[in-house]
């Protein structure tokens, strides 16, 4: 009706129309930001909220286990809420890591797991070839010292920087995100710590695809941040 309408109301309303529709061509989807303000607002006042209802979880029984049950889901969640806004505010830190390495990965231990991977993963004679000395570099990294000390004293930090390097170096003519993902899990496993105490996987498989896949999309100036995130 807009567009039929021959007044200045209706020509007002056409401007406007075209304006909109223009923007929703060139950027692809639409914001509406009094909205988007209001949400931040409410994601605020809910990670205020969960914080509090963890904190009366741990200093009183609650006589109802539906209720207890309900609340630790929605404490739980609050991590992810917590570390989404460190993310977006640039503030996430390395939080409690375990001990040092039981077990040091050496460049020829490293190529030796990988040709087993190629016997039995490989779908090209590209995969697993070094097309120069950056693998490794990679592994040599995550071992340097500063002053007599560890740069990644943790496993954790050794075992982010390990997947983060062979994910983003592309070392190998094929197959860098696979053996990446690969030397994280046989890492985490010499290091006894791939499987909880349950025997339960740490990493469920997609988020190992995910995490995986955020690395060889991320920038380089990224990179403090999406350790940390693995942390």
């Known amino acids: 009706m807009g567009y039929r309408v021959k007044s200045k109301r209706g020509t007002d309303f056409r401007i406007w129309a075209n304006k909109v529709l223009k923007n929703y061509l060139i950027r692809g989807y639409s914001l509406n930001e009094k909205k988007l303000s209001k ?13 509090i209802l963890g904190n009366i979880l ?15 889901i929605i404490s739980d969640y609050a991590y992810a ?11 996430l830190e390395i939080g409690e890591t375990s001990r040092k390495e039981l077990y040091k990965l ?18 090209s004679d ?11 570099s990679s592994i040599a990294t995550i071992y340097q010292t500063f002053n007599g000390k560890d740069l990644y004293p943790s496993v954790e930090e050794k075992t982010a920087n390990l997947i983060y390097l062979n994910t983003k170096n592309h070392s190998f003519t094929d197959g860098n995100k696979r053996i990446a993902a690969f030397l994280f899990l046989y890492f985490l496993k010499r290091n006894a710590i791939l499987y909880d105490k349950n025997g339960e996987k740490r ?6 695809v995910a995490l995986t896949l955020m690395i060889a999309v991320s920038k380089t100036e990224e990179k403090d941040t999406i350790i940390k995130g693995y942390l």
């Open 58 to 72: 741990h200093k009183k029984e609650l006589s109802q286990d539906e209720s207890s049950g309900l609340l630790q």
């Open 203 to 208: 990493i469920a498989d997609n988020a190992l």
């Open 81 to 91: 809420l917590e570390i989404l806004d460190q993310y977006d505010y640039q503030k």
């Open 126 to 136: 590209l995969f697993a070839r070094e097309k120069d000395q950056s693998f490794q």
């Open 39 to 51: 949400q931040n607002e409410q994601l605020k006042e809910l990670q205020k909220s969960v914080k």
């Open 106 to 123: 050496t460049y020829d231990e490293a190529l030796e797991k990988i040709r087993l991977v190629k016997n039995k993963y490989a779908n």
